[in-house]
């Protein structure tokens, strides 16, 4: 039987107040948000068809519009989210295409992207192995991914000095830690679990490095 195939929790899109209040707060945040912008950058060829899964305010997807000719899309269960970043873009002036659809079961025809990532939004997929498996289905050959998501495994300290550096409010700061503590820890996987969804994949390569609260996987097809 396939490991954790379908989870309990159903994922479904932040809405309405929710997704204005996530927005606000991870705004605060561009500056990494432009960070691993610039790195993907660095290592995508012109012109490169780009996807994120679960962009949310798309924040990341505008940062690297702005630094290269790639074409990119984000694709977004929430319809609020999907708003939110068009008139994110909009604002930027620059061309990302975000639409709204499930990331294990993405309206994307075979091999349609060089490079995808998934940041941050991975522990909410209610078909785990699926997603992975479209991932696969969706890059093209030599194509890469990069899951960027919290380890189940982090310790409560590692989590509070990460929150600690958000620059919240304190009233934000105390509600977002106990939201890790209490649903997005209980969401997250650890590293034998990553191994495992990719073993049942045909990505032939992959990597995952780890710091105190997170993991990043990159996957190559």
């Given amino acids: 039987m396939e490991k954790a195939s379908v989870k309990p929790y159903k994922g479904i899109g932040m809405e309405g107040s929710i997704a204005r209040w996530y927005a606000a707060n991870t705004r605060k945040g561009l500056k990494d948000f432009h960070a691993l912008a610039r790195r993907v ?3 995508l060829a012109p012109g490169s068809a780009v996807l994120e899964l679960a962009p949310g305010p798309g924040y990341f997807a505008i940062e690297l519009a702005k630094l290269s000719s790639c074409q990119i899309t984000g694709l977004d ?4 989210f999907v708003e939110i970043a068009r008139r994110n873009a909009e604002e930027e ?3 990302v295409d975000f639409l709204e659809g499930d990331a294990s079961h993405c309206p994307f025809a075979d091999e349609s992207f060089d490079f995808l990532l998934c ?3 991975f522990k909410n997929f209610s078909e785990p192995l699926l997603a992975v498996r479209e991932m696969y289905r969706i890059l093209k050959k030599g194509g890469r991914g990069i899951i960027i998501d919290l380890r189940r495994d982090a ?3 590692s989590i509070n000095e990460l929150v600690d550096q958000m620059g919240l409010g304190w009233g ?3 509600f977002t830690k106990l939201t890790f503590r209490f649903m997005l820890l209980k969401r997250a996987y650890t590293r034998s679990e990553f191994e495992e969804f990719i073993s049942q994949t045909g990505f032939h390569q992959a990597e995952i490095e780890e710091t105190s609260t997170g993991l990043e996987i990159t996957l190559q097809k």
Avoid: T
């Fill in 41 to 43: 950058a660095g290592q």
């Fill in 155 to 157: 310790s409560q300290k």
């Fill in 172 to 174: 934000s700061s105390v």
């Fill in 119 to 121: 940041r941050a939004a």
């Fill in 77 to 80: 269960i929430s319809k609020s």
């Fill in 93 to 95: 002036k620059v061309a």
